[in-house]
């Protein structure tokens, strides 16, 4: 399995588990990203940090340090 944070530019990918705990897996799923969900990789920033996703038909940005905590398919 593989994080989000390892997914390239123009893929889809589906949603396995999140990782980690408390209040930084509660503000992930907040924000929409929970077991089966599709996300698609819009962009990454110059710098690597942060990705754009559309996730749910929005636009999200998201730290590479979040995007580690979501294992994908």
Do not use: C, H, Q
Not at 19 to 24: F, I, M, Q
């Amino acid at each position: 399995m593989k994080t989000l944070k390892e997914v390239k530019v123009g893929e889809t990918v589906k949603v396995v588990k999140l990782n980690g705990e408390g209040a930084l897996k509660r503000r992930v799923m907040d924000m929409g990203i929970t077991k089966g969900t599709e996300i698609y990789i819009r962009k990454v920033a110059p710098l690597g940090d942060p990705i754009e996703v559309t996730v749910r038909g929005y636009e999200l940005s998201l730290r590479k340090a979040d995007a580690e905590m979501i294992v994908v398919e």
